[in-house]
Structure formats: C-alpha cells, structure tokens
C-alpha cells in the first residue's frame, strides 16, 4: 500500500474531490480531523499544550480553545513551534494508526488529506503521489466571494494567506484542474483513481510484510515442534 497526499486552497473544490474518491471507494483520511482528535482532553497532547501554553487555552468544558491558541502563536515562531512539536508527533501516529487499518483491509493506495502539505512539509516524506485541486485565481476569486458571502477585497485577503494554487501545482505530481465543469473535473478524479489502482506500487511493503509474517509463522512453528515438550 502507499500513501497519496491530496491539498488545494480555499475554494478550490477540495472537499468536492475527496467525496468523489470516497464514492468510488477509496480510504481517506482526513489529518485535520485527526490533529483536532490528538488534544482533546486525556490525550497526552492535550497535557503538554496546558503545561506549555496555561490553562487559558482552555475552554470552561476542558476542550482547547483553538482560537485562543490561534492568537497566541500568530507571528510568534517559537511558540508556534513548540504547539507543533507537540503536536505533530501525535498526529503521525495516529496516522499510521489509520493507516495500518486500511492496511488490513487490503486498499491498495491511501489518501490522505493535508490542507498544508506543500507549506509544512513535514509528511511529504510519506507520499508516493501528491495531488492538488487547483482553479485558476479569478474562479477562487469569485467562488470564494460567493460561498462565503465576501467582499472582492476579504475574498483576496483570505487567497493571498495561502501558499499561491499555481505553486502547489508545480510542486504536486498530479493536479486536478477544477476550474471549469464539474463534470470535467469529476472525470480527471475517475481516470487518475484508475491510475493508481493499476499501479504496482503497493506490492514491495505488502509483500514484504507478508514475508515478515511467513518468517514469524515458521519461527513459531519450529519453537511449537522441537522446543515445546510432546504431551
């Protein structure tokens, strides 16, 4: 099995994507999802975060506060790196925990969705493929001002705090270019699906793996047949 890493930007048709690949089957796993999961309270996240950042990142029923947190990390490096030192190693293992499951089940590929794939770079070690949902800027433009009932000069604002589609889309082996139809971009997600279903890249870890088991099965054989005592 490998991993697939799947971003775009805000407005970008993103979300769109990803229910089109579940439709078809596909596992994903969505590490937004995950890092809000990984400092919920009882987590050891969640301890470190209150030990490092105080109990005001807090809300009254003991959830973090995101948005507190939020703004005491805005334009400070240090601290932000100390939240994602913490984090972050909580959220890989939960991952691979997800993972492996899917692992079992036999899906060939796995996609896992990372709005800051290209900016962090810190799981990008981990993907085979990398794919980003692309629009040109005037359709995000005037998506964005549409979905969320903006002015041209918010809408821009919130474009311009990201890391620009057209560099995503140089860095990602495959784009999805939803600018245009639905129908067409619906298209583009079923041919590269087939893609990577036909690849054989999934084949060296789980054949490896079933090595691994063959190697521990005989080791427990020979232990049963000539160490153990005859009843």
């Keep these: 099995m490998f991993l697939v890493g799947l971003t775009g930007g805000i407005a970008s048709g993103k979300s769109s994507v990803i229910q089109v690949f ?3 089957g596909c596992a994903v796993i969505d590490v ?8 919920q309270p009882g987590y050891p996240a969640h301890r470190r975060i209150v030990e490092a950042f105080g109990t005001e990142v807090l809300l009254e029923n003991g959830d973090i506060n995101r ?3 939020g703004d005491l990390i805005f334009n400070q490096p240090d601290r932000r790196h ?6 972050h190693p909580e959220i890989r293992k939960e991952m691979m ?3 492996f499951k899917y692992f079992l089940r036999g899906y060939r590929y796995v996609i896992l969705d990372i709005p800051l794939l290209f900016e962090t770079k810190k799981l990008l070690k981990y993907m085979k493929h990398t794919v980003v949902v692309y629009c040109d800027r005037d359709t995000q433009l005037a998506r964005l001002m549409k979905r969320n009932n903006l002015n041209r000069e918010d809408a ?3 474009i311009k705090a990201q890391l620009p589609l057209k560099d995503k889309a140089r860095m990602a082996d495959h784009v999805l270019d939803n600018s245009g139809e639905w129908s067409i971009t619906k298209r583009q997600v079923i041919l590269l699906h087939a893609q990577l279903e036909r690849s054989l890249e999934y084949l060296p870890l789980r054949l490896g793996v079933l090595t691994g088991l063959a190697g521990i ?3 427990l054989y020979l232990f049963t047949r000539y160490l153990l005592p005859s009843p």
């Excluded at 100390?82 to 984090?87: E, F, G, K, S, V």
């Design 156 to 158: 821009e604002a919130r």
């Design 97 to 99: 925990k997800e993972t």
């Design 82 to 87: 100390l939240l994602n030192t913490i984090t």
């Design 32 to 39: 937004d999802v995950i890092a809000r999961h990984v400092v």
């Design 22 to 24: 579940q439709q078809l």
């Design 67 to 69: 948005k507190v947190l």
């Design 217 to 219: 099965a005989s080791l």
